[in-house]
């Protein structure tokens, strides 16, 4: 194991209290699959923190989160509108277009941004040749870790709406878009007319298990009501509920998910300031840094220079044409690890 990574946040381990939580609850018995009295209880948790206006189930994983989301709105003609970068469209080996036989529509992006003109353009409908737009899925923050205006997301919400469709948030990281934001989870996804909400959260501090949320009950009862069917048939209800239950009860306690969080876009941060003080002539850095995620062109660099750098530190190269990379903070990451990076990085020989 390497004692850090830049790879991915999904690369580091579990925080410690998430453990010790998983531990209290790993006694005696309760009923399975979510039926107990205290998943019940840390799912009503979830539904007050955002407003108490929706419905909330643990999932197991985030591509199943979107599965579940996704195709709770879906008809079999249906097409889901996402920007061309997506994570169901490129990280998710075609999950939700498999489950819900549903196309998804690519839209032209800036910065993983999907447009709002773009996607006004794709609302088309009455043309029984072709799949008709029902949900526009946006991630938050993006697959460049970048974030919407609140403006934005109510502006695409709105859109949907007045066609008679929905929004769908990505949430893989929605705890690093609220701290960065300087709001509230619930600010930024029911206030702003979110349909629903894919919340994650292995991807800072979890072991296990995500959450689905369906919001504003009124408009959406029913897609809610059936939502535990979805569920089942898309195997992602897990029996054993309470060891994830568990996990964000520990999550929300005393804002840990929002620590963690501020930490890790903390630490994007302070890997950008090192980037430009020391290599601002020589790297490039390629997107807005905005959340816990830093693209830079290692251009500069040969291939050889790079391997080297890959031998000692995990990074993921995001464009072979300009030597994108990607390098990605977690909840553990520490400024020494960063220290050290731009120290290798910064020696004459790679240049």
Not at 167 to 174: A, F, K, P, V
Not at 182 to 199: M, Q
Not at 280 to 297: A, C, D, E, M
Not at 335 to 344: G, S, V
């Amino acid at each position: 194991m390497n004692k850090c990574s830049f790879g991915s946040d999904n690369h580091s381990g579990v925080h410690p209290q998430i453990l010790k939580a998983i531990e209290r609850v790993n006694e005696g018995y309760c009923f399975g699959y979510g039926e107990d009295g205290y998943t019940e209880g840390v799912l009503r948790q979830i539904e007050a923190l955002l407003g108490n206006d929706c419905k909330a189930l643990f999932v197991l994983n985030g591509t199943g989160a979107n599965v579940v989301s996704l195709s709770s709105f879906l008809d079999s003609f249906s097409t889901v509108l996402a920007p061309s970068c997506a994570h169901i469209l490129e990280d998710e080996c075609g999950a939700v277009e498999r489950f819900s036989s549903c196309k998804i529509t690519p839209l032209p992006h800036i910065d993983g941004k999907v447009v709002f003109d773009e996607v006004k353009a794709a609302l088309c409908f009455g043309d029984q040749h072709k799949v008709q737009p029902k949900i526009l899925s946006i991630s938050l923050p993006t697959e460049f870790e970048t974030l919407y205006t609140r403006e934005e997301i109510k502006a695409l919400a709105e859109l949907m709406h007045s066609v008679g469709g929905y929004l769908h948030i990505d949430g893989s990281r929605i705890s690093n878009a609220a701290s960065a934001m300087g709001c509230s989870v619930k600010e930024i996804t029911y206030d702003l007319g979110c349909d629903v909400l894919s919340f994650g959260g292995t991807k800072n501090g979890l072991l296990i298990g995500e959450a689905v949320v369906i919001f504003n009950l009124k408009k959406n009862r029913k897609i809610a009501d059936n939502l535990c069917f979805v569920r089942k048939q898309a195997t992602q209800l897990y029996s054993k509920n309470r060891f994830i239950a568990a996990q964000f009860e520990a999550y929300l306690k005393d804002d840990l998910y929002l620590q963690m969080a501020s930490h890790s876009n903390r630490m994007a941060k302070y890997l950008e300031s090192c980037l430009r003080e020391k290599l601002g002539g020589k790297i490039q850095i390629t997107r807005p840094v905005q959340t816990n995620g830093v693209y830079l062109s290692l251009l500069p660099l040969s291939d050889e220079a790079i391997d080297a750098l890959r031998k000692k530190y995990i990074f993921y190269i995001w464009d072979n044409r300009t030597k994108e990379v990607r390098l990605m903070c977690s909840f553990n990451t520490q400024k020494e690890f960063i220290d050290e990076f731009i120290e290798d990085l910064s020696k004459k020989g790679l240049f």
